[in-house]
């Protein structure tokens, strides 16, 4: 490829531009002699025939000035006939005084009226054509003679003729000198090529020894020194210097490639050996992160989603959209408080935590969910900003263990507690109660004492009952489980709270599971259990617009789920994560605050659990779950 444009050089080279230049200044001197020659030439031979023309008009006017008079218009044919044959004859006409034809080469012009005819009698010839039409062919000349009768003009002779030795001279002209410039470009052709070839002979060496140091074979290139004192003789010196030069630098160059050779194989294996290195540690990160149960995702410093591992899905599940390019305001509802965490962070270069709360969606509904999220930014080699890191974890579960913990712990107090009140109480409010009974029956019934005293003894009642449960609560007897359908338990519950719900106007509904399955647990504690739930729904609906409470039950496998839902006044957010504390109550008034609390260590005896989900002015659910360590019925299977 590299030789082509020198192929092409030579096509074109300076010994045929010499010769080439040589012959065109050859053909230009050529062709302008030839043409002051033709020039001076046809001039000559074209006024000798003008002249002639000029002759015969005035022979033509002298014959003819005696037949004026006559009426005959043939008189005049044997003039013209004597013309035809001196000339080549294109017309002839005779024009009397009043520039009438009187005769004419052509008789159907006689008697026509000539209006202009030259004056200048004795004149110059007009002539059609110029130089280039007078050496192209025959050419017409126009001769005027007047017809004179001593000094009377009678009329004119108008003559019109063609001649063709015009063109004949030029054509043999016009030969010669073509053969004249051929000899000429011949001669011119062979002594240029000889000088040139003395110039262009080192010139195209050069030229071929360039090429083959484009190429790249300068050890191929053989150029002697040239002994020439002229111009050529001193490029051809220089480029051998040149070429001498080039050798040393391409020796040099190729010991610098082996060199630069022998690093870049060392570096590339370094390289490799580096590239090896990073793949398997960032392998072994991703790895490490993908394994993490953390949610880990990372961002650009405008805030869009780069990458994420499956942690961060499962941590974030129902509560937004996590998608690469997505913003990171779509990972939770009302993502604007994360935003602005993230940018802080990558402002400020500092770690930064957020703890947002959530409602998210489960499988069983929705749940409020607490999430804590730890932002550090991200920089390059340059301390430029390159985004932000954020872990996220879903501390919602292990707030409930905690929770249940601190419950367990305050229990554990209680059940102390219990035990001392037990024997320092117990004794002295059955004694009051005796005497408050004794008293009662000695006051009137119409006595204002006995007021007194029945309050006395039905308050005093009251917190023995309390006791009673609060020893229930702290010292939990020992139940006796046997296998028991508990849509039975359910319905029994329900009817021992059905006068509340006539009197409060309530609309009780059950969808009971009826596939004749029981379930290993102890009625009276459970038949409790859905009392104390059933009773706290019909009182939370006793104001409500809607009043309606559904109970519903369902096998999930090995597991009974229970279900009261009710459409009372709601549990406020702050207050949900503490119902079940012992002591505590968002009843206003006769709320002891342990019934929830035994309901939820009855269910935890029998290895179930108990979830509550509930939004103010729209009511409550209560989810329980049992398990069926034993089960009896069609079909059914016993495991001990």
């Known amino acids: 490829m590299a030789k082509e444009p020198t192929q092409r050089a030579f096509a074109f080279s300076l010994g045929r531009k010499f010769v080439i230049m040589l012959a065109a200044i050859i053909l230009l001197i050529l062709l302008g002699q030839t043409l002051v020659s033709l020039s001076n030439e046809v001039t000559v031979l074209d006024s000798r025939i003008a002249t002639e023309g000029t002759i015969l008009a005035q022979s033509i006017a002298s014959s003819s000035s005696g037949m004026m008079d006559g009426d005959n218009p043939d008189r005049f044919a044997p003039l013209f006939a004597r013309v035809a044959n001196a000339v080549d004859l294109i017309d002839v006409a005779i024009v009397n005084r009043d520039d009438l ?36 062919g025959e050419t017409e000349y126009t001769a005027t003679a007047p017809i004179l009768k001593g000094t009377s003009v009678l009329g004119f002779v108008h003559l019109r003729f063609k001649s063709g030795e015009v063109a004949d001279r030029a054509g043999r002209l016009i030969a010669s000198a073509a053969a004249m410039g051929l000899f000429w470009l011949l001669v011119g052709a062979a002594v240029g090529t000889l000088y040139v070839r003395r110039i262009t002979k080192p010139i195209a060496a050069l030229t071929l020894a360039s090429a083959s140091v484009i190429d790249g074979e300068l050890d191929d290139v053989e150029l002697p020194d040239s ?134 969606n489960q499988t069983k509904g929705t749940e409020t ?97 309390l006791l009673d449960r609060f020893m229930l609560f702290a010292q939990p007897r020992d139940g006796v489980s046997q296998m028991t359908r508990i849509d039975a338990l359910i319905e029994e519950a329900l009817g021992m709270c059905g006068y509340q719900a006539h009197k409060w106007t309530i609309q009780v509904t059950t ?107 729209v009511g409550t659910r209560i989810t329980v779950e049992l398990p069926a360590s034993k089960t009896s019925g069609d079909g059914s299977r016993r495991t001990s």
Not at 105 to 125: R, T, Y
Not at 329 to 352: K, M, P, Y
Request: net charge negative.
């Open 227 to 360: 002994q020439r004192k002229d111009e050529v003789g001193l490029l051809q010196r220089t480029f051998v210097h040149l070429l001498e030069s080039l050798k040393g630098k391409e020796k040099e160059n190729r010991r610098l490639m082996e060199e630069v050779s022998t690093i870049n194989e060392r570096l590339k294996k370094r390289v490799d050996e580096v590239t090896s290195e990073l793949q398997e540690t960032t392998a072994y990160l991703q790895s490490v992160i993908r394994c993490m149960e953390e949610g880990v995702i990372t961002c650009d410093p405008e805030g869009w989603i780069v990458q994420f591992n499956d942690g961060a899905r499962l941590q974030l599940q129902g509560l937004g959209t996590i998608k690469v390019g997505e913003s990171l305001r779509s990972l939770v509802a009302d993502g604007e408080e994360l935003a602005e965490a993230v940018f802080r962070a990558i402002r400020e270069t500092e770690t930064v935590q957020l703890e947002l709360v959530r409602t998210g």
């Open 369 to 465: 969910r607490t999430l804590v999220f730890r932002i550090y930014p991200l920089l390059g080699l340059n301390g430029e900003s390159m985004g932000a890191v954020m872990t996220a974890f879903d501390v919602t579960q292990s707030r409930r263990v905690d929770e249940q913990l601190r419950r367990h712990d305050r229990l554990a107090s209680l059940g102390t507690i219990a035990a001392g009140l037990a024997h320092e109480l117990g004794n002295n409010m059955h004694a009051i109660n005796g005497f408050s009974s004794l008293l009662l029956r000695s006051i009137p019934a119409s006595s204002p004492e006995h007021g007194d005293a029945e309050a006395i003894h039905s308050e005093n009642t009251r917190a023995i009952q």
């Open 101 to 136: 034809v009187v005769g004419h080469s052509n008789p159907d012009e006689v008697g026509a009226k000539i209006v202009d005819h030259d004056a200048n009698v004795f004149g110059k010839p007009r002539t059609s054509q110029g130089l280039v039409n007078l050496i192209h």
């Open 511 to 617: 969808d009971l599971a009826d596939e004749g399955r029981e379930l290993e647990c102890d009625g009276k504690l459970m038949t409790q259990v859905f009392l104390n739930l059933s009773l706290n729904a019909l009182q939370a609906m006793q104001k409500s617009p809607v009043k309606r409470l559904t109970v519903s039950s369902r096998w999930k496998g090995e597991a009974l789920e229970i279900v009261f839902e009710d459409t009372g006044t709601g549990i406020a957010p702050n207050a949900l994560g503490r119902i079940f504390d012992p002591f505590f109550t968002t009843k206003s008034e006769d709320g002891s605050g342990l019934g929830l609390s035994i309901s939820h260590q009855i269910i935890e005896r029998h290895q179930g659990t108990i979830a509550v989900e509930s939004e103010v002015g």
